[in-house]
């Protein structure tokens, strides 16, 4: 340090103790530490198939922040955001841009569960706040769960462990399923062939194809050759809307049933236009549930973003609302991390979704609901599953 600065830093550090001193106040060290701005990152995916998620993200958690005075435990925020174009083999230098280059105090991000583990690599190493809007890749609240990481979403097998169930319940006995090759569709998968199998279903099939390719023919073509009663998948985004056309386009809408882990139908109705009628999915929310607080925040999201929200709008939202809750605990100094962590983890989030909590490897304990596309909407059948849990095997925190 020049001779310089340090006169300078004496002088500025001075002035404040000045100033704090005519206030009648005397203002600790830690206090003058965070008087700046608050810095959060978004690391997510503007461009690709996952883009619209990645605005969907953005949208809630800045209406949540808004909707509260636009801080966070009384402090001014200075947003950053990185572009992760769903690209996993720049998922460590992306986050590395936010934590060593615009020095963020949090990190939310992101939508892919193979980009989710090179931001969960430099939250660990750094020590970061890493706030997960989306990306439900296991390992994330499992084996390599960390104190400064928290989900906000749900974990990828949690949507379809009550999936299989339903299936049965409706005489599907004998499914396909059918997926993009990647943690997030292989780990749905484990929740699907738990619940179906258990419930008496039978998997004839496994198809699958590397992420982000949509060239779903030959596959559809092997489907209809199966004749299953069943179709269940995972797609989401730009994809998910391609997967329903091509499905009712092959001539297979109307012959075999078509259901999916929710994302399948979260944002893409309009898109998908009447291939997604009458799709049957579980997820962590709907559209049609019938609350005060779901409809309140529907008709806020509509008129603020001129677009109606979805699932992603609603987790980042709920990002939002945690991380308040968070820096309001601890009056914005996010470097008083155990108090920052603790009132994380016992935080009720008051989600449009439903109330949830976090489980100790800092996960979503939530509800799962049958949803069924009707004239453009996904209404709720019922509750396909109550306050379900991720088990967080190897998690010890
Ligand atoms: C994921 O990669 O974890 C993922 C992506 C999109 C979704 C859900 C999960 O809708």
Redesign the pocket.
């Known amino acids: 340090m020049t001779h310089s600065t340090s006169r300078r830093q004496m002088l500025s550090q001075g002035a404040a103790l000045v100033g704090a001193a005519s206030t009648g106040l005397l203002l600790p060290q830690s206090v003058l530490a965070q008087s700046g701005k608050i810095r959060v990152g978004f690391m997510l995916p503007y461009t690709g198939t996952?883009a619209q998620?990645g605005v969907a993200i953005e949208n809630g958690v800045r209406m949540a922040i808004n909707e509260q005075g636009g801080k966070l435990g009384g402090r001014e925020i200075e947003w950053f955001k990185v572009d992760d174009e769903?690209e996993p083999s720049k998922g460590i230098e992306n986050a590395n841009k936010l934590v060593q280059r615009d020095k963020v105090d949090v990190i939310i991000g992101t939508?892919?569960?193979?980009?989710?583990m090179g931001i969960h690599k430099v939250a660990r190493d750094s020590g970061v706040l890493s706030l997960i809007p989306?990306?439900?890749?296991h390992a994330a609240t499992r084996a390599l769960c960390a104190p400064n990481v928290f989900r906000t979403?749900?974990s990828?097998s949690q949507p379809t462990m009550a999936l299989g169930e339903a299936m049965v319940k409706r005489g599907h006995k004998k499914a396909v399923w059918i997926t993009h090759k990647?943690?997030?569709?292989d780990?749905?998968f484990e929740g699907f062939r738990d619940s179906y199998t258990k419930a008496g279903g039978t998997i004839v099939k496994e198809l699958g194809l590397p992420?982000p390719n949509v060239e779903f023919q030959a596959l559809l073509t092997e489907i209809a050759a199966l004749k299953p009663d069943a179709v269940a998948c995972?797609f989401?985004?730009g994809a998910?809307a391609k997967f329903m056309k091509d499905f009712a386009a092959a001539g297979l809408k109307g012959k075999i049933a078509l259901y999916g882990?929710g994302?399948l139908t979260?944002g893409v109705i309009e898109a998908a236009g009447p291939a997604a009628e009458g799709v049957m999915t579980t997820l962590h929310y709907a559209d049609g549930l019938d609350t005060k607080r779901n409809k309140d925040f529907r008709l806020a999201y509509a008129k603020t973003f001129k677009m109606q929200p979805d699932?992603?709008a609603v987790q980042g939202y709920d990002t939002g609302l945690l991380l308040i809750q968070g820096a309001n605990a601890v009056k914005g100094d996010l470097s008083q991390k155990p108090a920052l962590y603790k009132a994380m983890e016992g935080a009720v989030i008051d989600s449009p979704r439903g109330k949830w909590t976090m489980s100790k490897a800092h996960n979503p304990v939530q509800d799962m609901y049958l949803r069924e596309v009707v004239k453009g909407e996904n209404k709720v059948l019922g509750i396909a599953a109550k306050a379900l849990a991720d088990s967080g095997a190897g998690c010890r925190l």
């Open positions: 996952y998620l769903s939508v892919h569960s193979g980009v989710q989306n990306a439900g890749v979403s749900f990828n990647y943690a997030a569709g780990e749905a992420f995972f989401a985004g998910a882990s994302f979260e699932v992603y």
